[in-house]
């Protein structure tokens, strides 16, 4: 259970602007394929890719991206509804613990903004979301080798083949928020 005390402690040992939380943490599928969704969305400022842990899971980190978003540009809730199309959130498939499909929060408000949206957004898909929300906790980010990864590599197997049709869905189901001019339907001609 995620309590206000354990949030306090996160925000105290990390010094966050507990007035102005404009972060989010997701993780549910490789982090290459995360951090490129994100990276293509208007309103977002920055993706860090590498390992979260949570408040609950301290020593267990799994592959995930810190989304730095705009809230004015994009909401929160249209960045949970793009998370949950773009992974399995319906799926405890064998690599969950390595993809573990969860909402990494940075405030109490948060929690709750989550939970409700996963709420409404289950009418959408025909079995259950599995996603969790959980209080942040610490971050590693990934070697530099493989930051940026997509759009540094587009022409790779791996890019091609897993991340580039998630790009694609994310242009047909949530194209009001894709920035053009990182990602278009002329940018994947090709891949």
Known sequence: M????????????NNYDMNHVSKIGFGGSCHWCTEAIFQSLKGVERVEQGWIASQKQKSNFSEAVIVHFNPEIISLETLIAVHLHTHSCTSQHSMRSKYRSTIYVFSPEQIKLSQDTIKVLQSEFDNPIITTVE???EF???QETYLDYYYK????????NIVTPKLRLLL??????VDQNKLSVDSLNGL
């Open 153 to 160: 590599n587009p022409e790779k197997p791996f890019c091609k």
């Open 140 to 142: 590693k980010l990934n």
């Open 172 to 177: 047909r189901q949530f194209s009001s928020a």
């Open 2 to 13: 995620i309590t206000l005390w354990s949030f306090i402690e996160v925000f105290q040992r």
């Open 135 to 137: 209080a942040f906790y």
